[in-house]
């Protein structure tokens, strides 16, 4: 059974920095992309930043010089790297973890529950 395991949200000021990490823990084989994503109340969910299994990496243009997204792939966990937040940013923020388990060695996507992220003026 894979499981993905949010952390580091919170309230914090204009300004302000925190990080985000998203564990993955279970019987994994491999991963391959690893993307963050946000939804805020009465709006899409958006595609943040993703990372790919050589580490290339792509941002969504509201963050971009802002967020930096990192992966650990001895620790299967990556990370989201957020400075100069903006009232903006202000979301619920889920991590989406491409990887194959070892039941049957197929690459599926994976969710996690969630984080809230709350920037204040």
């Known amino acids: 059974q894979v499981q993905l395991v949010e952390s580091g949200g919170g309230l914090v000021q204009a300004g302000g920095s925190l990080r985000l990490s998203c564990v993955a823990s279970g019987s994994i084989w491999t991963i391959d992309t690893m993307n963050w994503y946000r939804q805020a109340p009465g709006k899409q969910r958006e595609l943040v930043a993703v990372i790919d299994s050589g580490g290339g990496s792509d941002y969504a243009d509201s963050v971009k010089g802002r967020f930096t997204i990192s992966r650990d792939n001895a620790k299967n966990t990556v990370y989201l790297q957020m400075n100069n937040l903006k009232i903006e940013d202000t979301a619920v923020y889920s991590c989406?973890?491409?990887?194959?388990?070892?039941?049957?060695?197929?690459?599926?996507?994976?969710w996690g529950q969630g984080t809230q992220v709350t920037v204040s003026s």
């Open positions: 989406n973890i491409f990887l194959a388990p070892y039941s049957d060695l197929r690459v599926h996507d994976y």
